[in-house]
C-alpha cells in the first residue's frame, strides 16, 4: 500500500512540474550551445555540462519555493478570452487585470523578460556564475513557453477527461522520439524585443492548445482501453503510463509539432542566450574561471546601446 502511494505521489510530483520533462530541458539547453557564434561558444562549451545540468533547476526550486511554480506558465484563458487582448508590458497588465489574478493564472513571458534581464547584467558584470544560472533558468522558461499545455487552465486535460495528457505530450513523446529529431537549427539570431518574442511564443503555443486536446481525444476513441496505457517500468517502479504504441499513434497524429517546438525552443534559447550577450556589450569570457566571477568590476550601466541584429557568418 505504502508502496503504491509512493509512487502516486511521484507520478503526480512529476505530472506536476516536470515540465518538458527533464530529459528535453537537458537536451534543449545542451542543443543550444551549438547555435552560438565562436566567441560565445567557447564559453558556453566550457560550461556546457553545468548549463545542461540546471536546465531542470527552475522546476526543482517549485518544490521549496511557492513564488516559482506561476513562473513556468500562464493560463491565458483566465485572464481574457483573446489572447491579443492582455497587454504586453507587466505593468499595463497589472492595471487591467490586477497582479494577484496574473500570480493565480501564470506569468512565463514576463519571467522570459525578467531573466533575461539579468542575463545581460551578469554579463556586463561578467560574473560566470550568473551567467550560467540565469542561462540554464532562461533555457528553461523559454522551453516551457513552447508547450501548448503551458499556456492553458486544462493544462493537464482534467478539465475534459484526458488526465495525464501533459506529461504524455512534453515528457513520454520527446523521451522516446527525440533521439529521431533534426537538432541542425542553424544558428542563434539576434532578438530585437524579448518581450515581445516572448509573448509570440506564447501566442504560437496557445494555438496548438485545441490540436493537442483534440487529436488525442480522437485517437483515444480509436484503441481499446486497455491497449492505451500498460505498466512500464521506470526507475525500478511498474507505473501505468501510455503504451508505446498508443504513444506512437499520438506522435504520429501531431504530424511533427512536438519536435517542431522543440527545435524551435533550442533556436530561441540560444537566440536569447546570444542577444543578452550583445545587449550586454559583447563582453569578452576568456578570462572567467569556474571559481568566482568579476562581481563589481564592470559596473552595470544601464542602456548600452544593442548592437543590433548582428550576424557572424
Ligand atoms: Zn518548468
Given at each position: 500500500?505504502?508502496?503504491?502511494?509512493?509512487?502516486?505521489?511521484?507520478?503526480?510530483?512529476y505530472i506536476?512540474f516536470s515540465s518538458w520533462g527533464f530529459y528535453a530541458h537537458k537536451k534543449i539547453n545542451e542543443s543550444a550551445?551549438?547555435?552560438?557564434?565562436?566567441?560565445?561558444?567557447?564559453?558556453?562549451?566550457?560550461?556546457?555540462?553545468?548549463?545542461t545540468?540546471?536546465a531542470i533547476?527552475?522546476d526543482?526550486?517549485?518544490?521549496?519555493?511557492?513564488?516559482?511554480?506561476?513562473?513556468?506558465?500562464?493560463?491565458?484563458?483566465?485572464?481574457?478570452?483573446?489572447?491579443?487582448?492582455?497587454?504586453?508590458?507587466?505593468?499595463?497588465?497589472?492595471?487591467?487585470?490586477?497582479?494577484?489574478?496574473?500570480?493565480?493564472?501564470?506569468?512565463?513571458?514576463?519571467?522570459?523578460?525578467?531573466?533575461?534581464?539579468?542575463?545581460?547584467?551578469?554579463?556586463?558584470?561578467?560574473?560566470?556564475?550568473?551567467?550560467?544560472?540565469?542561462?540554464?533558468?532562461?533555457g528553461h522558461?523559454i522551453a516551457d513557453s513552447h508547450v501548448p499545455l503551458h499556456?492553458?487552465?486544462?493544462?493537464?486535460?482534467?478539465?475534459?477527461?484526458?488526465?495525464g495528457i501533459h506529461a504524455f505530450w512534453e515528457t513520454r513523446l520527446p523521451e522516446m522520439f527525440a533521439k529521431h529529431y533534426n537538432l541542425?537549427i542553424?544558428?542563434?539570431?539576434?532578438?530585437?524585443?524579448?518581450?515581445?518574442?516572448?509573448?509570440?511564443?506564447?501566442?504560437?503555443s496557445?494555438?496548438m492548445?485545441?490540436?493537442v486536446?483534440?487529436?488525442e481525444?480522437?485517437?483515444?476513441?480509436?484503441?481499446?482501453?486497455?491497449?492505451?496505457?500498460?505498466?512500464i517500468?521506470r526507475?525500478?517502479?511498474?507505473?501505468?503510463m501510455y503504451?508505446d504504441?498508443y504513444a506512437t499513434a499520438y506522435h504520429d497524429v501531431l504530424n511533427g509539432m512536438v519536435e517542431r517546438r522543440f527545435r524551435s525552443s533550442v533556436h530561441a534559447v540560444?537566440?536569447?542566450?546570444?542577444?543578452?550577450?550583445?545587449?550586454?556589450?559583447?563582453?569578452?569570457?576568456?578570462?572567467?574561471?569556474?571559481?568566482?566571477?568579476?562581481?563589481?568590476?564592470?559596473?552595470?550601466?544601464?542602456?548600452?546601446?544593442?548592437?543590433?541584429?548582428?550576424?557572424?557568418?
Amino acid at each position: 500500500m505504502n508502496k503504491i502511494l509512493i509512487t502516486l505521489i511521484t507520478a503526480f510530483l512529476y505530472i506536476l512540474f516536470s515540465s518538458w520533462g527533464f530529459y528535453a530541458h537537458k537536451k534543449i539547453n545542451e542543443s543550444a550551445v551549438f547555435l552560438l557564434p565562436t566567441e560565445l561558444a567557447i564559453f558556453y562549451k566550457k560550461n556546457i555540462k553545468e548549463i545542461t545540468n540546471k536546465a531542470i533547476d527552475a522546476d526543482k526550486r517549485c518544490y521549496t519555493d511557492s513564488l516559482e511554480p506561476p513562473r513556468h506558465y500562464i493560463d491565458i484563458n483566465e485572464i481574457d478570452d483573446n489572447i491579443d487582448s492582455i497587454p504586453v508590458h507587466w505593468r499595463k497588465a497589472t492595471e487591467k487585470y490586477t497582479e494577484r489574478k496574473l500570480i493565480a493564472a501564470g506569468i512565463i513571458p514576463w519571467q522570459i523578460s525578467r531573466t533575461y534581464q539579468n542575463l545581460v547584467q551578469a554579463f556586463k558584470i561578467k560574473d560566470r556564475n550568473k551567467i550560467i544560472r540565469y542561462s540554464a533558468d532562461l533555457g528553461h522558461y523559454i522551453a516551457d513557453s513552447h508547450v501548448p499545455l503551458h499556456t492553458t487552465s486544462n493544462y493537464n486535460g482534467q478539465q475534459t477527461n484526458q488526465i495525464g495528457i501533459h506529461a504524455f505530450w512534453e515528457t513520454r513523446l520527446p523521451e522516446m522520439f527525440a533521439k529521431h529529431y533534426n537538432l541542425f537549427i542553424g544558428t542563434a539570431s539576434y532578438v530585437n524585443k524579448p518581450l515581445e518574442a516572448a509573448w509570440e511564443i506564447v501566442r504560437k503555443s496557445n494555438t496548438m492548445v485545441d490540436s493537442v486536446l483534440t487529436l488525442e481525444k480522437e485517437l483515444s476513441q480509436t484503441f481499446r482501453p486497455s491497449d492505451i496505457k500498460a505498466y512500464i517500468e521506470r526507475n525500478n517502479q511498474l507505473i501505468l503510463m501510455y503504451s508505446d504504441a498508443y504513444a506512437t499513434a499520438y506522435h504520429d497524429v501531431l504530424n511533427g509539432m512536438v519536435e517542431r517546438r522543440f527545435r524551435s525552443s533550442v533556436h530561441a534559447v540560444s537566440s536569447y542566450w546570444y542577444s543578452a550577450w550583445i545587449d550586454a556589450g559583447q563582453p569578452k569570457l576568456n578570462s572567467l574561471d569556474s571559481t568566482n566571477g568579476l562581481e563589481n568590476e564592470i559596473e552595470a550601466k544601464e542602456g548600452i546601446k544593442s548592437l543590433g541584429r548582428q550576424e557572424w557568418h
